[in-house]
């Protein structure tokens, strides 16, 4: 017979699948508020993130601020060296890769303004193997390391990376993991660089990218290429006009609703596995 221990842990794996086992995940450096045992706890008033994999928000609305979460760990989880390159890796536990789409990689400091350091169009968790979307697995993907220059002129001291993706094929929407980190060897006082841009986030967003498994895989990359450039500072200041997607005013807004993490009891339509056809 089973023990109740072992029913109960096989029950809230099942439960716990859907939302777990989907979509892409950044794993090192540490999202926040991720439930992994090298990563730290999440500050004083918050709880640990069941759906951390989850996207941000669609082309129809909003479900979490930028970073998914706005108070950073009281601790970075990590050190990067300016100049140098970091390996970012992401989850190969049930993987959705949604047959590629474009990432972003970029540094900020106030959570809303991001300079984009690195960039991977048309196939990113995938090999390229042309145009036709077919060869591309949607449940599935191929890569799950990215090596990732930082800037040598990038201020030291704390900071926040910040992935970003919207996939090739699905639900329109927008995928964002933070993590809070420190920096050392910097040279600069600032960051200056293209805008990290938020395609699909928010009603009416200003930049909407098709599926590229439909449209084509080259669709979108010209809003990357003709980013806004911005000055990002350690003081949480930034110049440039700051971020110009419709989402970031009414993602401030919901802050204090998005402020605590969520549990498998918190589940909601965002976790409903949308981004499937």
């Known amino acids: ?3 109740t221990f072992t029913t109960t842990l096989a029950i809230t794996l099942t439960f716990l699948a859907p939302s777990l086992l989907g979509h892409m995940l950044m794993l090192d450096p540490c999202p926040r508020y991720y439930d992994k045992e090298n990563c730290p706890k999440p500050p004083s008033g918050q709880k640990v ?5 989850g ?4 082309d129809e609305k909003i479900k979490r601020p930028k970073c998914h979460y706005t108070v950073p760990y009281d601790e970075p989880t990590v050190k990067m060296t300016a100049g140098g390159k970091y390996t970012v890796k992401f989850s190969k536990d049930g993987p959705n890769g949604h047959k590629g789409g ?14 984009a350091i690195h960039e991977v169009f048309s196939h990113c968790f995938y090999k390229d193997k042309g145009a036709d979307a077919d060869k591309y697995e949607d449940e599935g993907a191929e890569v799950f390391e990215y090596e990732v220059p930082i800037p ?3 201020p030291s001291g704390r900071a926040i990376f910040a992935w970003g993706w919207t996939s090739a ?6 995928y964002m993991n933070c993590s809070d980190i420190e920096i050392e060897g910097g040279t600069g006082t600032e960051l200056k660089g293209k805008s990290m841009i938020y395609p699909n986030y928010g009603p009416d967003p200003e930049i909407a990218i098709p599926e590229l498994a439909d449209a084509g895989y080259e ?9 806004k450039e ?3 500072k350690p003081e949480g200041g930034s110049t440039g006009g700051g971020s110009s997607e419709p989402g970031s005013k009414k993602s401030k807004e919901e802050v204090a609703d998005n402020e605590t993490s969520t549990t498998p009891d918190d589940e909601d339509e965002e976790s409903d596995g949308g981004s499937d056809k």
Not at 49 to 53: L, M, P, T
Not at 55 to 58: A, K, L, P, Q, R
Not at 103 to 109: E, H, L, M, P, S
Not at 169 to 174: I, K, P, S, V
């Open 1 to 3: 017979m089973k023990s």
């Open 49 to 53: 993130d069941y759906e951390i994999n």
């Open 55 to 58: 996207s941000i928000g669609d």
């Open 102 to 115: 474009h990432c972003q990689f970029a540094i900020g400091y106030n959570g809303e303004d991001f300079v």
């Open 152 to 154: 040598k002129d990038v």
């Open 169 to 174: 094929y699905g639900t329109r929407e927008f």
């Open 219 to 227: 669709v979108g990359i010209e809003y990357y290429k003709n980013a």
């Open 230 to 232: 911005i000055t990002v």
